[in-house]
């Protein structure tokens, strides 16, 4: 069965440096999300990406974040320079379409963590 | 703003037990709902999704029901498992967005 991937797991990173988390989302789908859960806390929503813009942000997703889809496969989302609060799992999901219907399939996530 | 609550936060029972969990959100704007299990340290797993038209979907043990205009779903499991351990969230998408927005999460443990 697809399904959404990332990479890495698990990283570890100093306080202002830049990160690069990779998602590799299910192939025929078309519409990108970012989503992070801090520990003990809510999942919450970035950013959704479709035909290589941002539909969508929160206010969390200021000018430190962007995200990219470099080639046909990979999504990426890019910390600038981390903070400690930037710790947190970061998942990313995909979804076929966005009508109302719009399931999001969400990947295994990546635990980043802001020493 | 919308909200999304759940409960109860945790739900302990013995192996075999019919339960529900509630989920309620504070505006009835919404394309459809879904409902997410997430084990320890791991992802989401898709359950099922309702749509804002529709009342239930089924999926095997499970049932989700939607009452829009009260801003309330449900989700029933039959015949519970100790495998059925997790936490499910119960997530929204408002009308008008692509986001989801989630709930805190009910943690359920069964008992063998």
């Known amino acids: 069965e697809p399904e959404v991937t990332q990479t890495p797991s698990h990283q570890v990173t100093q306080m202002g440096q830049e990160v690069i988390l990779r998602c590799v989302p299910i192939?025929?789908?078309?519409?990108f999300y970012w989503y992070r859960q801090i520990l003990g806390q809510k999942v919450e929503f970035l950013v959704s990406?479709?035909?290589?813009?941002?539909?969508?942000k929160s206010e969390i997703f200021d000018d430190q974040f962007s995200v990219e889809r470099p080639d046909g496969s990979n999504f990426t989302l890019k910390i600038r320079s981390t903070k400690l609060e930037d710790s947190a799992m970061y998942f990313c999901?995909?979804?076929?379409?966005?009508?109302?219907?719009?399931?999001?399939?969400f990947g295994p996530g990546t635990r980043l963590t802001v020493l | 703003k919308q909200e999304v609550t759940q409960i109860p936060a945790a739900l302990s029972v013995p192996e075999g037990e019919n339960l529900v969990l509630n989920c309620s959100f504070t505006?009835?704007?919404?394309?459809?709902l879904q409902w997410f299990r997430q084990d320890p340290g791991k992802g989401l797993t898709s359950l099922l999704l309702?749509?804002?038209?529709?009342r239930e979907q089924t999926s095997g043990r499970l049932n989700a029901s939607l009452d829009k205009s009260s801003g309330r779903s449900t989700l029933y499991i039959a015949a519970s498992q100790p495998g059925d351990s997790a936490t499910y969230l119960c997530?929204?998408?408002?009308?008008?967005?692509?986001?989801?927005?989630f709930g805190t999460g009910t943690r359920l443990k069964v008992l063998a």
């Open positions: 309702i749509q804002s038209s529709q």
């Open positions: 505006d009835s704007a919404i394309y459809n």
């Open positions: 999901a995909s979804s076929v379409e966005r009508t109302t219907y719009n399931e999001q399939f």
């Open positions: 997530a929204v998408r408002p009308s008008g967005t692509y986001k989801y927005i």
């Open positions: 192939s025929n789908h078309l519409y």
């Open positions: 990406f479709y035909n290589n813009e941002i539909s969508e």
